[in-house]
């Protein structure tokens, strides 16, 4: 919204002599607007493909039983083959091609590639799994997403290859597992690389809209989640890693490197953000109470001899390094909670009571909350209204177990409440009346 006024006022600007015609297009290119109506025009395409695809399968399930082999063939691969002419003409329209256009003729040949394979394995009896169906699927689809510009079907894309990466981890994790299940360490990061064609694109500009960028996020968050229980659990063994491998993941999606545009958006706009410190966070919340705790300590224990711990390891500290060069403090003061479980495990034994590891846990996001409020006070990029968030919640956490009686919680949420919306009326006028606006 900032960046499309500023490009509505540049032409008024150099008209009157404000700033020259080199300084408008060095600020056009540095804060571009995105186009308007990116995520209406993939709703109507998206809408429409579903459909037209949703009845299309309805009329021939209807009267699949009376068809012999050869015809359920025709009808498997007919509409690829429409799809396919269509999709040809919309590309030959080139630019001139509405969004919408590219978007439907896209998503219905996705839709098409799917029903092909789906009736094809149905008829001829072959073998396989609806996780290889959905494998082979997006291995499939994915050119679409980069030859028609499509957000529909990247990300479709990215919804499969989670939901595979899921399926990958549980069967992996079950006690019945046959040890054939697919390597998602290996797996989840390929697949993902195959998104970079059409996010962030050729010439590394071309960032998704913010809808988008929700399920970007969200995709590779569940993706990273699955690999953690993949790698952290073994089959028919009590070891378990998940716990902090989680954590890790999380701290590594919230510091993932951002341009500076990026980093002067508002938290809505940076779902990776968002997303990667609430699972940092929760989780250590979770660790506020004594069971909790001890099995994050002996997570951690469990987890260091793993190749897959090192690496996120790594990737968090070179995330940090940047983050830290860029001044996102806040973002470092969250992640920064995921590398306790790994001070503590030295000091606790492995039978011993999770009560020292919990209070330690809920000090250290005490402490989290407190560097929060006090960065923006101190004229730094903060968070003030997540760490008052996140004191409530801790001493809710605390209130909540603890042995007084009802009227005496019921008094002390009251005034906890009250505390809360007083902070942030406190910090909407003080940001209200700063100099530069609201910031991010």
Known sequence: MHQRWLAEQLPEWERDGIITAAGARLLRERYPVEP????????????????????????????????????????????????????????????????????????????????????????????????????????????????????????????????????????????????????????????????????????????????SRLVLAGSVLVGLL??????????????????????????????????????????????????????????????????????????VGFGLPLGWCWLLLAVVAGFAILAYRQGRFAELAIAAVALVPLLAAPLSAPDASGWPVAIASSLVLLATAIALIALEFIGYRGAARIGAALITLLVILRMADAGVSLLVKGLAFIVIGSGFLGFNAFVSRRRAAAPGGTPA
């Not at 149905?122 to 050119?143: E, S």
């Not at 996010?199 to 500009?205: I, Q, S, Y």
């Not at 701290?251 to 990776?272: D, T, W």
Request: aromatic share 10%; net charge neutral; charged share 15%.
């Open 36 to 211: 308007r109506g990116g995520l209406a025009q993939m709703i109507v395409g998206a809408v429409g493909a579903l459909l037209v695809g949703t009845g299309l399968i309805a009329v021939l399930a209807y009267n699949w039983d009376d068809f012999p082999r050869w015809v359920r063939l025709g009808l498997a691969l007919g509409p690829l083959a429409a799809s396919q002419a269509a999709s040809w003409w919309v590309l030959g329209r080139g630019e001139s091609a509405k969004p919408w256009m590219r978007e439907s003729a896209a998503l219905v040949q996705t839709l098409a590639v799917g029903a092909a394979m789906a009736l094809v394995s149905q008829i001829y009896n072959l073998p396989g799994t609806w996780t290889d169906l959905v494998f082979w699927w997006c291995l499939v689809a994915v050119p679409l997403a980069w030859v028609f510009r499509s957000d529909a079907v990247a990300i479709a894309y990215l919804i499969g290859i989670a939901v595979w990466t899921v399926a990958q981890a549980e069967a992996h994790g079950s006690w019945f597992s046959r040890g054939d299940v697919a390597d998602v360490r290996i797996w989840f990061p390929l697949l993902l690389s195959g998104i970079l064609p059409r996010w962030p694109g050729p010439n590394l500009h071309d960032r998704p809209q913010p809808g």
């Open 226 to 299: 699955a690999v953690a229980a993949y790698a952290g659990i073994r089959p028919r063994e009590p070891n378990n890693a998940s716990f902090w491998l989680a954590m890790l993941s999380g701290a590594a999606v919230l510091l993932f490197p951002l341009e500076r545009s990026g980093i002067e958006e508002p938290l809505s706009r940076k779902p990776q953000v968002l997303l990667g410190g609430c699972t940092v966070l929760g989780l250590a919340l979770i660790a506020t109470y004594e069971d909790p705790a001890r099995e994050l300590v002996k997570s």
